[in-house]
């Protein structure tokens, strides 16, 4: 018994291992190839719409997904706390792309300005 969990938590391991070392070459990659096909200009563009977004996923998620983990693994259903997390996951991806198109008909010039 005791070798089948070992066997299971190396396996787990090892997937995990795997995919953080595959997620790290992709965006090696994707470093590489915006960094050389993108004007100095417009990469610094990206890397701040890039920092906003990921500062902005953090503050809406509410770190949700941390506690439906949590609470399903303490062995409470799923289903309603999923039909939570989705409403939750609904209602702040609508308004924050309300929020981005209103701030884009309130400063037109902006993202003229960019190009």
Not at 58 to 71: A, F, P, S, T, Y
């Amino acid at each position: 018994m005791k070798q089948k969990s070992d066997r299971k938590l190396y396996a787990d391991i090892s997937a995990s291992s795997l995919q953080v070392v595959l997620n790290q070459l992709l965006g090696l990659a994707v470093f590489l190839i915006t960094s050389f096909g993108l004007s100095k200009e417009i990469y610094g563009e990206l890397n701040w719409s890039v920092a906003v977004l990921s500062f902005i996923t953090g503050i809406l998620g509410l770190r949700l997904e941390q506690i439906i983990v949590k609470r399903t693994a303490a062995g409470e259903p799923a289903s309603p706390l999923l039909t939570v997390f989705m409403m939750h996951v609904f209602i702040t991806g609508i308004l924050l792309l309300l929020i981005l198109l209103l701030t884009h008909l309130l400063f037109p010039d902006f993202s003229l300005c960019m190009n």
